[in-house]
């Protein structure tokens, strides 16, 4: 018996009774990297231009997306120059805010941005002891772009790419600065709307009272500010021989199926028509 009982303790498992778990700090890390690499609200904006440009393209499939603008231009502050560009939907912006009050402070040269001056600014000076001690601020040029060059009633510096997209999907524009790891959200909202009146029926008596009836682009406006999402594309496309009336493809790309997509764009392509009237008719 004794042999066989130390046979079998000798090869029988015992389970330790107390178990020690350790969780790794870099274990957290990771997580919090993939969250952020997910979440594109922790995307940030960075410094390189190059890389700001492209991923705006990318988010907003720009080589597709017809009603999407990138409008880039050299900055002049204080005499020197960076390279920049705005990021706005056409069809929500105002063209003459856009011209007067964004472009022209930033793009042309005139006695405010031209003046090189001090870099730095004594803020206050003490001395002791016979030695002067002073207090400079460098120049920066976020508070001097906000402060002198652009004067819109609403200006807002965005750190994260999501928050930036949200402003421009509301009719605002967006400007990127090299060298800058932030952006400037605009307030340039200019699309149109129906003016307040009494409905000719009470058909519909919950919702707005906006319809596909007017002009292309005013038509994708109204698709935009009802879906506030970067993943809204419209393309455009010419149907007609005769009339080359324009459409739009409205789908989101992060739920359509792409085949479905591209057989109703092969579809519109290849019809054999002279004239397109309407939806139903043609």
Do not use: W
Request: with cysteine; aromatic share 8%.
């Amino acid at each position: 018996m004794d042999i066989k009982n130390s046979i079998k303790n000798f090869f029988s498992y015992k389970p330790e009774k107390s178990y020690v778990f350790s969780v790794l700090d870099h274990v957290e890390n990771q997580n919090s990297t993939n969250d952020a690499t997910e979440n594109p609200q922790k995307t940030k904006i960075e410094k390189q231009y190059d890389n700001n440009l492209n991923h705006v393209k990318t988010s907003y499939n720009t080589l597709i997306n017809s009603d999407i603008v990138i409008r880039e231009f050299i900055l002049n502050a204080r005499n020197q120059q960076y390279k920049a560009f705005l990021l706005y939907i056409d069809g929500m912006i105002d063209t003459n805010i856009m011209n007067d009050f964004v472009l022209k402070p930033l793009m042309l040269k005139n006695q405010s941005n031209s003046y090189a001056g001090e870099q730095t600014r004594v803020i206050s000076e003490t001395k002791i002891n016979n030695v002067t001690i002073r207090k400079v601020k460098k120049f920066d040029i976020t508070q001097y772009l906000l402060n002198c060059l652009m004067p819109q009633n609403s200006v807002k510096v965005e750190e994260y790419f999501e928050k930036v997209f949200s402003g421009v999907n509301s009719g605002n524009c967006a400007l990127f600065i090299d060298t800058l790891d932030i952006a400037f959200d605009i307030e340039v909202k200019g699309f149109k709307q129906r003016s307040i009146d009494a409905p000719n029926n009470e058909v519909v008596i919950k919702g707005s009272q906006e319809a596909f009836v007017e002009n292309l682009r005013t038509n994708t406006s109204i698709l935009r500010r009802i879906i506030n999402n970067e993943n809204l594309i419209i393309e455009n496309v010419e149907v007609g021989e005769i009339t080359k009336t324009k459409c739009g493809i409205c789908y989101m790309q992060n739920i359509t199926n792409s085949d479905l997509v591209a057989e109703a764009k092969y579809r519109l392509n290849n019809l054999g028509v002279d004239s397109l009237l309407s939806s139903r008719r043609t």
